[in-house]
T-cell receptor, first 118, second 112 residues
């Protein structure tokens, strides 16, 4: 089945630094990838939709200048948390769909990145 | 996308079938029902999806009522490793750009 790989799985950084998270579709091409965020004891919340070759679209309340998304190829999207602060500490998860399986094919998720900002 | 309603938690004895219900009374004709689960500190795992017919795969069975207003995910022989939060999500199947909107899900606890 379709595999989405996310790296790193865990990162600790100091306040004010930037962190890059990579999301790769390993055995399929993805023109669109989705980035979610999950705070403790809460459900997943969509942050942004990453579109290959064009600008990402962000959900209301998500700062595009803080969460930079780059989708430079059909298999790679990156999320950079710039000038991270402790309130950005969260579980970040990416997902993608194998369009070769049809528009109704399921989204497949990476294993998430646990970001801790100290 | 139509909203879904799930019980917040359920218990199941190990080895027994786990039946997880989901209500989606406002589902429209082109919306599919998807089930995912999330084990602690991992990304969601796809389980199964369907439009109107019942579906079965190696993980589970999905039973959708004839009026499509509700569905049940069945794990036939639950194990301790099936303890997770299970999400029922309804999504239009014609638009590949549609994301999934997660609700609160059902926290299934499988007990020995």
């Amino acid at each position: 089945g379709a595999v989405v790989s996310q790296h790193p799985s865990r990162v600790i950084c100091k306040s004010g630094t930037s962190v890059k998270i990579e999301c790769r579709s390993l055995d399929f091409q993805a023109t669109t990838m989705f980035w979610y965020r999950q705070f403790p004891k809460q459900s997943l919340m969509l942050m942004a939709t990453s579109n290959e070759g064009s600008k990402a679209t962000y959900e209301q309340g998500v700062e595009k200048d803080k969460f930079l998304i780059n989708h430079a190829s059909l298999t790679l999207s990156t999320l950079t948390v710039t000038s991270a602060h402790p309130e950005d500490s969260s579980f970040y998860i990416c997902s993608a769909r194998d369009l070769g399986q049809g528009a109704h094919s399921p989204l497949h998720f990476g294993n998430g990145t646990r970001l801790t900002v100290t | 996308d139509a909203k879904t309603t799930q019980p917040p938690s359920m218990d199941c004895a190990e080895g027994r079938a786990a039946n997880l219900p989901c209500n989606h009374s406002t589902i429209s004709g082109n919306e599919y029902v998807y089930w995912y689960r999330q084990i602690h500190s991992q990304g969601p795992q796809y389980i199964i999806h369907g439009l109107k017919n019942n579906e079965t795969n190696e993980m589970a069975s999905l039973i959708i009522t004839e009026d499509r207003k509700s569905s049940t995910l069945i794990l036939p022989h639950a194990t301790l490793r099936d303890t997770a939060v299970y999400y029922c999500i309804v999504r239009e199947g014609n638009n590949a750009g549609n994301m999934l909107t997660f609700g609160g899900g059902t926290r299934l606890m499988v007990k020995p």
